[in-house]
């Protein structure tokens, strides 16, 4: 299997244009501005329980302040399903054989912190939605009996002096801690790239050209810059408005409600639908309860399939066609690790699509 390492730094190009395939592959140029649009924020946005909503609010009413708030949301979007694009690319090619496994870790490790960002991100607007990732957390406690040890009984949440830390505690992690696990774990992943080589695509043959790894850095960074320009276009014409506001606010539409977000029908955006979806499904099915467990059996399902596949892969090299790539003799087990990851997020994004109510 021909690999585009090379000497000195040097990487050999695929025959193939290379621009489309690295910017989906690396999504370099995205993150750095996820991080600079998040840092802009952090000069409006107020994390106080009982202003977040208007804050947020009055952020997506303003013509400049809206188009960076929805230009930082749709790129999330967009790194996601890059992640998971790259994943798969990742897995069909096999490019984790050998002494690469360690890779594929970290590489799940910035699945894990994107997936994160996206859970705290979708808080910090402080609508319904966004209230419910306290609701659960403090459910998830309960379910342990920690929810005195940690302070976090889900219905103190109604109360908003009460809710402000939880809130501050949620930004910490969103501005902060996650922000420097993932630019962490973008510089190891890099690093290992470079020292280790990037696996080239059985699909695609080596053009006997070598160039050094900057050379590709720059191509990524162009490329990803006409991605972030259609991300631009779609924050400037396509409006959101801010959700209704929680219900632990007196103007809230659900201000009094006797259940909390899922049992009024407010569920959360993908791609993280499929959580509440999870504890709708283990509820239906199981009539498990707290829900909150369906969340949590899902992300152990998910993480540990994804842990797992380089470790099951019977592949000894990186195939070197379709045949040996689905060869299912030699990679059976890392295909059902892989469809496992896909079924639990499918089934918990459906039925929080069919029946959001619980």
């Known amino acids: 299997m021909p690999s585009e390492a090379g000497d000195g730094g040097q990487v050999a190009e695929p025959a193939a244009p290379r621009g489309w395939w690295a910017a989906v592959r690396d999504q370099l140029g995205l993150e750095p501005l996820m991080l600079l649009t998040g840092v802009i924020l952090i000069f409006v946005y107020q994390p106080d329980a009982a202003v977040a909503y208007l804050s947020t609010r009055d952020m997506l009413a303003s013509r400049g302040w809206s188009i960076i708030l929805n230009f930082h949301y749709y790129t999330a979007y967009l790194i996601f399903a ?53 609701w659960h957390v403090g459910e998830f406690f309960e379910a342990l009996g920690l929810q005195d040890v940690f ?30 696990l993932l630019v962490f774990a973008m510089v190891l ?24 790894f900057s050379e590709h850095i720059k191509a990524w960074a162009i490329y990803a810059g006409i991605i972030l320009g259609v991300i631009l276009i779609i924050s400037i014409v396509i409006p959101r408005d801010a959700g209704p506001a929680p219900q632990n606010l007196s103007f809230s539409p659900f201000y009094g409600a006797a259940e909390g977000p899922g049992g009024l029908g407010i569920t959360p955006t993908f791609p993280i639908s499929w959580t509440h979806g999870m504890n709708r499904f283990v509820t239906i099915a199981f009539k498990l309860e707290p829900d909150i467990w369906g969340t949590v059996i899902g992300m152990v399902i998910m993480l540990g399939a994804l842990v797992l596949v380089p470790y099951v892969d019977r592949l000894r090299a990186e195939p070197r066609g379709w045949a040996q790539a689905f060869d299912l003799r030699t990679r059976g087990w890392a295909f059902l690790l892989i469809a496992l990851f896909w079924v639990t997020m499918i089934i918990g994004t459906v039925i929080n699509a069919v029946s959001p109510v619980g």
Not at 113 to 133: K, M, N, Q, Y
Not at 152 to 180: D, S
Not at 198 to 207: D, E, K, Q, T
Request: overall charge positive; cysteine-free.
């Open 189 to 212: 992943h890099y690093y290992l790239i470079k020292l280790k080589g990037i696996s080239m695509p059985y699909w695609l043959s080596a053009g006997g050209r070598t160039a050094p």
């Open 82 to 134: 890059l992640v998971m694009v790259h994943m798969m690319r990742v897995f069909i090619s096999g490019a984790y054989r050998a002494t690469k496994k360690g890779l594929w870790q970290v590489g799940v490790s910035l699945a894990v912190v994107v997936f994160a960002l996206s859970i705290t991100g979708e808080t910090l607007h402080w609508d319904e939605r966004g209230f419910a990732v306290p």
């Open 151 to 180: 302070n976090w009984p889900h219905k103190g949440l109604l109360v908003v002096a009460n809710a402000t830390p939880k809130l501050l505690i949620i930004y910490a992690l969103h501005i902060v801690v996650l922000p420097a």
